[in-house]
């Protein structure tokens, strides 16, 4: 694969009670605002509000969709399985950190 190919990684701190519109969150992973509305229907990622013009996306919902991309991109995963592999990943760190508990008790 080449360079070109590949989605830039983007570090920092998430901030939860930050919230994104929907423009802001598309022009941050770099999407169409179709995606993200896939990335709803599908309940990959779930927005505030009732109605599309007042969404508003939390910081996880960011990472969510960077993810979610990610996957799409580089390994070719449709959206079933990439809100599989999300709730599988997010399960996976629960018990790591619920494992990392008990190890300090």
Known sequence: MTS?????VHTGTVIE???LTLDQLCDAC??????V???????????????????RFSGGCLIRVRSAL??????GV???????????????????????IMKRD
């Open 4 to 8: 070109h190919h590949l989605l830039p």
């Open 17 to 19: 009670d930050d919230s």
């Open 30 to 35: 770099g999407v169409h605002a179709e995606w």
């Open 37 to 55: 509305i896939s990335l709803v229907e599908e309940s990959i990622i779930e927005p505030q509000g009732d109605e599309i013009q007042v969404w």
């Open 70 to 75: 990610r996957l799409h991109h580089d390994l």
């Open 78 to 100: 449709n959206l079933a399985g990439i809100a599989l592999a999300l709730d599988l990943m997010d399960e996976l760190e629960n018990m790591r950190t619920q494992l990392k």
